[in-house]
């Protein structure tokens, strides 16, 4: 995944609440939606960005579309910004 595409991701307060509400664990996509005051296309379109950037993974089961956060690629982003920093 480009550096970019994980700036982008981050850069949006939604997408960045929906990486704090799966710091607990793997959610379903429909519990994730019921926590925002949007629509649930609007929500899916926010996960889609963060599974594009990396930042989410996502597995079937049944019905249900389940999403977990991918912490691997936030600790490359924290590498590069301690680089950055001369760190």
Not at 9 to 34: C, F, H, V, W, Y
Not at 39 to 45: D, E
Not at 48 to 77: F, M, P, Q, T, W
Request: net charge neutral; glycine share 6%.
């Amino acid at each position: 995944m480009s550096l970019q595409n994980t700036l982008r991701a981050l850069a949006d307060p939604t997408r960045r609440t929906i990486l704090n509400l799966l710091k607990q664990g793997s959610l379903p996509a429909g519990e994730i939606a019921a926590c925002f005051d949007m629509s649930v296309p609007a929500v899916s379109k926010h996960l889609a960005v963060l599974k594009e950037a990396g930042l989410v993974r996502d597995r079937r089961e049944g019905k249900y579309i389940y999403y977990e956060l991918n912490a691997s690629v936030l600790e490359e982003v924290l590498l590069w910004l301690n680089d950055l920093k001369g760190e």
